[in-house]
């Protein structure tokens, strides 16, 4: 089929014949997806003809006519009034042409510009505001975490290992893990952001520009600076329009922030079962079954947990589209942008339904209660009991190994069993041994920094709560 599109785009004029074949078109077009970056082009190009401007390329009376033009093809878009063309294939292209046909000094804009810089620097301003928007989606998940620990401050339930009962922990201590575990997601992301935050305009296609350019200008016009305001610039024009690790780091800490939220969630899904009963999630966050009348299915926990993969998947699609590409700019760099933004709308999506679902969970107290009074729990701090009367530690152990066969073999919970039943297996035992299966009293003992003890726990609460309103 040799069909060609009707219009040549801006990109083709002079050097070819015609424009491309429409199946060429199609294949080759980004604008069906680009074209969320329409706002940060604008301000890019309002950026580089203020630039332009201030290196006489243009006059004031170009530069307010390219700016007002821009401003109203901007006003167009936000409405829904801009017919966005697929021959003229991306954002870039789009809005120049038609900046052009209304403002003949839109002819002048693309001086010392080229798409590679352009692209490379509307996906960095695409990306900034991601991430802050993001930062503040986490902070809102961390304060419903806490929130939930504090409204349930009192309630105790067994912590695991192997997913086996091991000992007891405040529920807030286990929610304030993973508030610990987003604030370092918070620190991953800021740190990526600093990285971002750098201004490729101005590398031209690979080789920069003769033309005296004021790249310093156009970066703080665009706040691409540092926190004592000194602008921030690519050092090397090749690399500028090549690098794409600012987003591979992106879609990197975004995949760790979605595994988070999906052991979160998965621990969410198990409390909510039968067989834990810890948690009643609102009917709001839960489906039915199309069969079994009786079902509430935790679909939101199980989706938030699910959507991880394409999160991963974003990620090593990044990672192999840049492995093999010689220097510089390559077309394939255009693939980036779907995984990017797919990557940036499913974990904020993600990040803000799980932070409503937490608002939204009711803690059944009396099932936390009934799990967490298995002296079993308790095993451990008879150990310790024994450690203190002398006992070297894996003498203690052993002991309380044989207590607890005896406990099993006689059908007796651990605490039930007697002074004399306790004496039989290490004379060590003395007539308080008993006292250590105080739950209370046991959670009052657990305060190092960082354990799950009454005082630790209500001090970390606070710590966070004061933390999250700054
Ligand atoms: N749509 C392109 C992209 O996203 C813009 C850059 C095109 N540059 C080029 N030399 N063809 O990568």
Request: aromatic share 6%; hydrophobic share 45%; proline share 3%.
């Amino acid at each position: 089929m040799s069909n060609t599109s009707k219009k040549s785009p801006v990109s083709r004029s002079g050097r070819f014949s015609g424009g491309p074949a429409a199946d060429v078109a199609q294949f080759t077009e980004s604008i069906s997806f680009d074209w969320r970056l329409w706002e940060h082009d604008l301000l890019g190009s309002m950026a580089h003809a203020t630039m332009l401007q201030t290196i006489g390329v243009l006059t004031k009376a170009e530069l307010k006519a390219i700016i007002n033009g821009l401003d109203a093809i901007g006003k167009e878009i936000a409405t829904g009034k801009f017919r966005w063309k697929d021959e003229l294939e991306d954002v870039h292209m789009n809005i120049e042409s038609e900046l052009t046909k209304r403002v003949p000094a839109g002819a002048k804009l693309h001086t010392a510009r080229s798409r590679n810089d352009q692209v490379a620097l509307d996906v960095r301003l695409w990306l900034r505001d991601e991430i802050t928007a993001l930062l503040r989606e986490i902070n809102t998940l961390q304060r419903a975490l806490v929130a939930l620990g504090e409204h349930n401050a009192d309630v105790i339930i067994p912590g695991y290992t192997h997913l086996q009962r091991a000992q007891p922990v405040y529920l807030a201590h286990h929610l304030l893990a993973y508030a610990e575990m987003l604030e370092r997601d918070c620190e991953r992301l800021w740190d990526c952001y600093s990285r971002v935050n750098i201004c490729p305009l101005g590398s031209g296609a690979i080789a920069g520009s003769t033309l005296p350019l004021n790249r310093e200008l156009v970066a703080e016009l665009l706040g691409f600076v540092d926190a004592s305001g000194r602008p921030q610039l690519t050092q090397n024009s090749m690399d500028a329009v090549s690098d794409r690790d600012f987003a591979l780091e992106f879609a990197a800490a975004a995949a760790i922030l979605a595994m988070h939220i999906s052991r979160l969630s998965e621990d969410l899904i198990l409390w909510a079962g039968s067989e834990f009963n810890f948690i009643k999630i609102a009917d709001a966050y839960t489906t039915g079954s199309s069969l079994m009348p009786q079902k509430k299915n935790p679909d939101v926990a199980e989706l938030s947990r699910g959507k991880t993969a394409r999160v991963y998947g974003n990620l090593m699609a990044l990672l192999t589209l840049l492995k093999g590409l010689p220097m510089t700019y390559n077309r394939d760099l255009q693939e980036d942008k779907e995984q990017l933004f797919d990557t940036a709308d499913t974990v904020r999506a993600t990040v803000r339904i799980v932070a409503a679902m937490l608002e939204h969970i009711a803690v059944n107290r009396a099932a936390c209660a009934a799990a967490a009074s298995d002296p079993a729990l308790l095993a451990t701090d008879l150990a310790d009991y024994l450690v203190l009367r002398g006992l070297p530690f894996r003498q203690a152990h052993h002991a309380v190994g044989a207590v607890v066969a005896l406990a099993e073999k006689t059908g007796k919970a651990l605490n039930q069993l007697t002074l004399a039943e306790l004496q039989s297996v290490d004379k060590t035992f003395g007539a308080d041994a008993l006292a250590v299966f105080d739950l209370k009293t046991a959670m009052a003992k657990r305060n190092l920094t960082g354990a799950p003890g009454t005082k630790e726990v209500a001090k970390q609460l606070a710590r966070w709560r004061k933390q999250l309103v700054n």
